[in-house]
């Protein structure tokens, strides 16, 4: 009589449960959470409201957020369809992430929360990082207004960044890090006087006459700037 063998039993591979990223509720507000409510998302977009960016600089102007976290945020936008990826011709030979519309479209988002987030900007922590462009948002809320119309460079202690004030054309970026390729008025503040601009306590017509925030240049925007 033959002996049967028992053949071993194939062990299926262990599946990892999904994570659910839904808060199943049929209301705008919870879909919106759904794309943009994880921790880092925002300040993903604020980044990359100056234009593309290497994800090395955004790993860098973005301290405290690790790798896997950063690479799993942007695989998350580029799936819910607020960033893209694309490689850059030769001699960059680079890849950048850039927002699409629906992630340009987040801009007044962020500028309410930068508004409604001043208040708290009080006092700096001796743990707090800072960039100097992290005060473009609120500083264009201060450049709000039809006498305003152009690229606006400004120089902080913490470094330049750039603004386009009246907004920005399609394929534009908002705002950018570092000086601008082509400035129609530069201004000279300091942190203070952004964040007093951002908190609505001061106007940028009174800032200008107190001699708190300096302006350079001959067009007509800089000649807005200084009332004139």
Do not use: K
Not at 10 to 22: F, G, Y
Request: with cysteine; aromatic share 4%.
């Amino acid at each position: 009589m033959s002996r049967l063998r028992r053949m071993p039993r194939q062990q299926q591979p262990a599946t990892r449960p999904v994570r659910r990223r839904s808060y199943d509720q049929f209301c705008a507000t919870a879909r919106a959470l759904d794309s943009v409510g994880d921790r880092w998302t925002l300040l993903i977009v604020r980044e990359l409201l100056a234009g593309p960016r290497r994800y090395t600089d955004l790993h860098a102007d973005l301290p405290g957020v690790s790798t896997d976290v950063l690479a799993s945020r942007l695989r998350d936008m580029e799936q819910n369809g607020l960033a893209t990826r694309r490689r850059l011709p030769p001699p960059a030979a680079a890849s950048v992430y850039e927002l699409t519309e629906r992630g340009h479209g987040l801009m007044p988002v962020l500028a309410a929360l930068a508004e409604w987030g001043a208040p708290a900007l009080a006092e700096r922590r001796p743990t707090d990082a800072v960039r100097a462009h992290w005060f473009a948002l609120p500083l264009l809320r201060a450049l709000d207004g039809p006498a305003y119309s152009g690229v606006v460079e400004v120089r902080l202690d913490e470094g330049e960044f750039h603004v386009r004030a009246g907004g920005a054309e399609e394929g534009e970026a908002v705002y950018g890090d570092g000086p601008a390729d082509r400035a129609d008025a530069r201004i000279a503040l300091d942190v203070e006087v952004c964040l007093e601009l951002a908190r609505g306590g001061l106007t940028l017509v009174e800032a200008v006459e107190g001699g708190r925030v300096e302006v350079s240049g001959d067009g007509p925007l800089a000649a807005a700037l200084r009332g004139e």
